[in-house]
C-alpha cells in the first residue's frame, strides 16, 4: 500500500513544485515593474517636490521592490528543496521497483 501513496505524493510534489514557480516568476515580475516605477518617481519628480506623502511613497516602492525579491528568493529556495525530496522519492521508488 505505501507503494500506491509514493507516485500520489510525487504527483503531489510536481504540482506544488509547478504552483510556486509560477508564483515565483509572478513575485519577479512584479519586483521588477516596481523596481522601474521607483526609479521613474525617483528621477522623475524634482527633489524639492519630494517631501511628505509624495516622499514616502517613493520610498516604500523601494522597500516593497526589496521584499518581493526577498519572497522570490525564498519561494526559489523552497522549489530547490522540492526538487531535491522529489528526486530522491524518485530514486528510491525506481529502487524498490527493482
Known amino acids: 500500500?505505501?507503494?500506491e501513496s509514493k507516485p500520489s505524493q510525487a504527483s503531489?510534489?510536481?504540482d506544488v513544485l509547478n504552483q510556486n514557480s509560477e508564483a515565483a516568476e509572478q513575485i519577479k515580475a512584479t519586483a521588477s515593474e516596481l523596481n522601474?516605477?521607483?526609479?521613474v518617481l525617483s528621477?522623475?519628480?524634482?527633489?524639492?517636490a519630494l517631501e511628505g506623502d509624495l516622499q514616502a511613497a517613493v520610498e516604500r516602492t523601494d522597500e516593497l521592490e526589496q521584499q518581493l525579491s526577498e519572497t522570490?528568493?525564498?519561494l526559489e529556495k523552497s522549489n530547490d528543496l522540492l526538487r531535491e525530496i522529489d528526486a530522491q522519492q524518485t530514486a528510491?521508488?525506481?529502487a524498490a521497483k527493482k
Open 72 to 74: 522570490a528568493e525564498a
Open 43 to 48: 528621477t522623475q519628480i524634482p527633489t524639492e
Open 1 to 3: 500500500m505505501p507503494s
Open 36 to 39: 522601474v516605477v521607483h526609479a
Open 12 to 14: 503531489e510534489i510536481a
Open 92 to 94: 528510491a521508488a525506481a
